[in-house]
């Protein structure tokens, strides 16, 4: 078996003891003679599958009684929607901090359906640092909140630039929704602080086709007139991520993965091993000239480092090299160029140690 390491930012790297155990659990789940993928998501089996998932969500994350976990689909990108479509239904009203792609798509989604109309309402931009090239996330001093908002959206992880808040906002009584999908799983959350949370699956939980959303239960409240049936919270919850068939196969490989977490000490132990894998490789990065990081200190991210060498010949040079040494998907997002390596918790230390020794050695040849 020839394992490379695997630094890609989703669908990405997965712990290979959650692996080997799912491969010898393909025939046959726990005696009941077939594969989970092949079983009625209405089953018995499957139902104690799904309702362990969200037991495990629960204890791993630590998931205070009023909030809700679905278990959804269509991606991260889904909720873009999902999220006005439900939670403007009150004041018409919403702040989206944008401090990245993902959180500008976020937004783009938003806008796009009030101004259609169809969904009436305000989106406003509570903080942007596009002008600065998303270098560094906004500070609450920047903020500009409305407080009769009926959300504010943030974007916790920039999984494109690299970059992640180092605060929770405080917007007073207005819920935070924060899109989680490149962080959720890697440390420890106050979940208290926030209305929404939502992750699409394939960064740090399961393979895609999962989303996993945590809602606080005021927030279950009537949509907007219009919003489709699969794309309602209340719908959802009410019906326990059942109102069709839910994505069954990711759905249990997230109890596996969570599992595995359990198993290796919890989220303070994720947390801190994650630490220390994302300082060998900015310590690296500092150490040198040769390469260049453009998020500041304080906000850069644990789970996604983005860095470039002095020109794209180098760049591409770096790619070509470092996945002849058994190392994949350096190459960062289109939208910014240059290098990035996603570290999630899946990546064991030892990959991390791999790509810094290759990336001095590069240095050495190439300066
Ligand atoms: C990957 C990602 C998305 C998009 O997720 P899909 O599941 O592909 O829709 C959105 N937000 C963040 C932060 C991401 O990392």
């Avoid at 899109?179 to 959350?189: A, G, K, Q």
């Avoid at 997230?254 to 801190?272: Q, S």
Wanted: aromatic share 8%; hydrophobic share 40%.
């Amino acid at each position: 078996m020839a394992r490379i390491y695997n630094f890609s930012a989703g669908p990405s790297i997965l712990p290979e003891e959650v692996l080997k155990q799912a491969a010898s659990e393909m025939l046959d789940y726990q005696g009941s003679g077939m594969g989970v993928m092949e079983m009625s998501h209405r089953s018995k089996v499957y139902d104690g599958i799904i309702k362990h998932t969200e037991e495990m969500f629960r204890k791993v994350m630590n998931i205070p009684d009023n909030y809700k976990v679905l278990f959804l689909q269509g991606g991260a990108s889904t909720q873009f929607a999902m999220v006005p479509m439900n939670l403007l239904a009150k004041s018409g009203k919403a702040d989206y901090v944008l401090s990245g792609n993902f959180s500008t798509k976020a937004w783009e989604q938003a806008t796009k359906l009030t101004e259609s109309g169809a969904f009436p309402g305000t989106i406003s931009v509570a903080g942007s640092t596009k002008e600065e090239n998303f270098k560094r996330i906004v500070r609450q001093d920047e903020l500009k909140l409305d407080p009769s908002a009926d959300y504010l959206h943030i974007c916790e992880n920039n999984t494109i630039y690299g970059s992640r808040w180092s605060y929770t906002p405080d917007a007073g009584s207005v819920p935070i929704v924060s899109d989680m999908s490149s962080c959720i799983l890697s440390e420890p959350v106050d979940i208290s602080k926030y209305g929404l949370i939502y992750a699409g699956a394939q960064k740090n939980i399961a393979p895609a086709g999962l989303t996993v959303v945590i809602i606080r239960d005021d927030l279950l409240y009537d949509p907007m007139p219009g919003t489709p049936i699969m794309l309602t919270y209340a719908v959802q919850a009410k019906n326990d991520s059942m109102y069709n068939t839910p994505s069954t196969y990711s759905i249990y490989m997230a109890m596996l993965v969570l599992e595995w977490i359990e198993r290796t000490g919890g989220l303070a132990a994720m947390k801190a091993r994650n630490e220390e894998k994302a300082k060998l490789l900015y310590d690296c990065l500092d150490a040198t000239d040769f390469y260049q990081t453009a998020i500041v200190p304080e906000n850069r991210s644990m789970m996604n480092v983005t860095f470039r060498t002095a020109s794209d010949e180098l760049d591409a040079k770096f790619v070509k090299e470092s996945a002849e040494a058994g190392m994949s998907n350096l190459k960062a997002h289109r939208a910014t160029g240059g290098l990035r390596a996603s570290i999630y918790n899946a990546m064991p230390k030892a990959g991390v140690e791999h790509l810094v020794a290759f990336m001095k050695k590069f240095e050495k040849e190439n300066s």
